[in-house]
C-alpha cells in the first residue's frame, strides 16, 4: 500500500489537507487582490483531484 493509498483512506488527514488547501488559497488570494481567483481555484482543484480529494464527488466510505 503506498503513501497515497493510505492518504486516501484517512479522512483525518484528508479533512487537514482540505483545510490548509483552503487556507492558502485564501492566502493567495489576499496577497493578489483576486486578480488571479480562477486560476488559483482550478490550481486547488487540480491538486485536490490529484490527492483523491474531489469536492464534487461523493463521499467515499
Known amino acids: 500500500m503506498g503513501i497515497l ?12 489537507a482540505k483545510n490548509m488547501s483552503d487556507a492558502a488559497e485564501r492566502k493567495v488570494n489576499d496577497k493578489t487582490g483576486n486578480k488571479y481567483e480562477s486560476q488559483v481555484d482550478d490550481g486547488q482543484q487540480r491538486a485536490e483531484g490529484a490527492m483523491g480529494m474531489d469536492r464534487d464527488r461523493p463521499e467515499q466510505p
Do not use: E, I
Open 5 to 16: 493509498d493510505r492518504f486516501k483512506s484517512n479522512r483525518t488527514a484528508q479533512d487537514k
